[in-house]
């Protein structure tokens, strides 16, 4: 999606490493979303924010940690990878306020041996 | 539980043939309930939005309802092409919360 941008697209670690996913948006917009999306499970909230250094966990939280210093940056970190962390990653924003549809990228897709 | 069910999981339709799409929702109380498609290695993209005063919503050759009494929403492809093979994802909004609920998606192929 033009305005987002997540890196990297495609990742293999193995467990017990750390993996920081960045979410960059172009576009200046307050509310940003990680979510997490697995076969047979609709997506997940992970942890969101509605600032900078303003962030709140979701549903799925442990095991994640994100930060956001600069309004365009987000960042997910998975403190010690396992293998159930292996999942695709979406980050998302919300580009007329909290109520107004979501904007994806396209995914970090990671995998966890 | 999850409190988004989307049937069927996955279809297959011949091009130039309409189907149907169910999602049926016990998130209360309801604020708004949004239908994305999702192409194969991109993320979701918004089709739809409904309030619960809505019956109906159209894009192009989809169609989205709405009945808010039953809990149920539909998405009515018309007239399907090769592009609309996808997952539709229903997503559903409390009124009395940020957190999105998000069903699991039904895959539509289109055949040629």
């Known amino acids: 999606d033009a305005g987002i941008t997540q890196s990297p697209r495609h990742k293999v670690t193995e467990t017990g490493t750390p993996v920081t996913l960045r979410c960059h948006q172009t576009?200046?917009?307050?509310?940003m979303y990680w979510y997490r999306q697995d076969p047979g499970h609709g997506l997940r909230l992970i942890h969101y924010?509605?600032?900078?250094?303003?962030?709140d966990k979701g549903e799925v939280s442990d095991g994640y940690s994100v930060s956001r210093s600069k309004t365009e940056d987000f960042l997910l970190t998975l403190e010690s990878a396992t293998s159930s962390q292996t999942s695709v990653y979406f980050c998302?924003?919300?580009?007329?306020?909290?109520?107004?549809?979501?904007?994806f990228g396209n995914g970090t897709r990671l995998t966890v041996t | 539980k999850n409190q988004v069910e989307q049937s069927p999981q996955s279809l297959i339709i011949l091009e130039g043939k309409n189907c149907t799409l169910q999602?049926?929702?016990?998130?209360?109380?309801?604020?708004?309930l949004r239908w994305y498609k999702q192409d194969t290695g991109r993320g979701p993209v918004s089709l739809t939005i409904?309030?619960?005063?809505?019956n109906t919503k159209s894009n192009g050759r989809y169609t989205a309802t709405l009945d808010a009494d039953t809990k149920q929403s539909s998405l009515h492809i018309t007239a399907s092409q090769l592009s609309d093979s996808a997952s539709y994802i229903c997503?559903?909004?409390?009124?009395?919360?940020?957190?999105?609920?998000f069903g699991a998606g039904t895959t539509v192929t289109v055949r040629a």
């Open positions: 998302a924003i919300n580009r007329q306020g909290a109520n107004s549809p979501l904007h």
């Open positions: 576009e200046n917009h307050r509310y």
């Open positions: 924010s509605y600032g900078v250094k303003d962030t």
């Open positions: 999602c049926n929702y016990t998130v209360s109380p309801f604020s708004n």
């Open positions: 409904m309030t619960f005063s809505e």
């Open positions: 997503v559903v909004s409390p009124s009395n919360d940020y957190k999105l609920s």
